[in-house]
Nanobody, 127 residues
């Protein structure tokens, strides 16, 4: 049974930092592109960042490109999202997803390509 478990969310002031973690189990982790998505209340889920199977390629949404960093540790089945210079508009539930289908980085941002999702972790940024 595949499980993705996010952690590390919380309440932080604008300008602060958080590091999200996602622990994966029940799958061959290195076969999966891993992504982070977020969903704010009343809004659709949106892409944040993704990382290729071996970690050599990363893709970011324009809104986070200079502030967030995605990384992975295949030896421990973990993916991370380091979030710096947080803004109130970053407030959302953050989800990690696993995607074995995509072969091209241009498709990393498509949520429909992801087969597995975690339960999410809340990030709240106060102004």
């Amino acid at each position: 049974q595949v499980q993705l478990v996010e952690s590390g969310g919380g309440l932080v002031q604008a300008g602060g930092s958080l590091r999200l973690s996602c622990a994966a189990s029940g799958l061959t982790f290195s076969n999966y592109v891993m992504g982070w998505f977020r969903q704010a209340p009343g809004q659709e889920r949106e892409f944040v960042a993704a990382i290729s199977r071996r970690g050599g390629r990363t893709v970011y949404a324009d809104s986070v490109k200079t502030r967030f960093t995605i990384s992975r540790a295949n030896a421990s089945n973990m993916v991370y999202l380091q979030m710096n210079s947080l803004k109130p508009e970053d407030t959302a539930v953050y989800y990690c997803g696993a995607n074995s289908r995509t072969r091209y980085s241009g498709d990393y941002a498509s949520g429909n390509e992801y087969e597995y999702w975690g339960q999410g972790t809340q990030v709240t940024v106060s102004s």
